[in-house]
């Protein structure tokens, strides 16, 4: 079993859509838990970085984090074309040193 | 700031041939970081630095493959010799351990295609 897992889609939603994506991992020891995203060709670049358990918001994105059921969640409100991406989680136990990434889930919102 | 900086951004070679790539981290930074990124595999990381000594190479596939931190504002990962199976794109990134956030920034990455 791998540490994360993220089904890698594609995913295509209509504009304004709420997007809901997923990692699951096995390691009960990641305390930091993160979503990047990564446009084609770009390198990926941070988009929520979240401490343990719980919800954080910021603007259209909320992260949620479940260690109970070891399940992390990035949700996208009304989806623009803009956010199309792929769409990366990562987490790590202590140190941003060890980032485990998910494979990424491939996100296209058409206008 | 520039951001991260990497070079080439692209390289095609063949087989056997040796590869270097190279990376300029964002200015006082302390850790940089090589990742190699397949479709099959998703980004992996292949080896980090603490102010400029290496940290942890576990993810090194082989010995074909070297990193160099010679100091702070410039690494190199070397491939040699090359084979198709390394055709990927490799990202470095760097961050400031120890700092709020810890993000790692990404650079563009290069294309490296073995024939």
């Known amino acids: 079993q791998k540490e994360v897992e993220q089904d890698p889609g594609p995913l295509s939603v209509p504009e304004g859509a709420i997007v809901s994506l997923n990692c699951t991992y096995s390691n009960s020891a990641f305390q930091y838990f993160m979503w990047y995203r990564q446009y084609s060709r770009k390198g990926p670049e941070l988009l929520m970085y979240t401490y343990s358990s719980g919800n954080k918001e910021d603007g259209r994105f909320t992260a949620q984090v479940d260690k109970s059921s070891k399940y992390i969640s990035l949700f996208i409100r009304d989806s623009q074309p803009s956010d199309s991406a792929t769409y990366l989680c990562?987490?790590?136990?202590?140190?941003?040193?060890?980032?485990?990434f998910g494979k990424g889930t491939k996100l296209s919102v058409k206008p | 700031d520039a951001g991260v900086i990497q070079s080439p951004r692209h390289e095609v070679t063949e087989m056997g041939q040796e590869v270097t790539l190279r990376c300029k981290p964002i200015s006082g930074h302390n850790s940089l970081f090589w990742y190699r990124q397949t479709m099959m595999r998703g980004l992996e990381l292949l080896i980090y630095f603490n102010n400029n000594v290496p940290i942890d190479d576990s993810g090194m596939p082989e010995d074909r493959f070297s990193a160099k931190m010679p100091n702070a504002s410039f690494s190199t990962l070397k491939i040699q010799p090359s084979e198709p199976r390394d055709s990927a794109v490799y990202f470095c990134?760097?961050?400031?351990?120890?700092?709020?956030?810890?993000?790692?920034?990404f650079g563009p990455g290069t294309r490296l295609t073995v024939l």
């Open positions: 990134a760097s961050t400031l351990l120890g700092s709020s956030t810890d993000t790692q920034y």
């Open positions: 990562a987490m790590t136990v202590g140190s941003q040193g060890n980032l485990i």
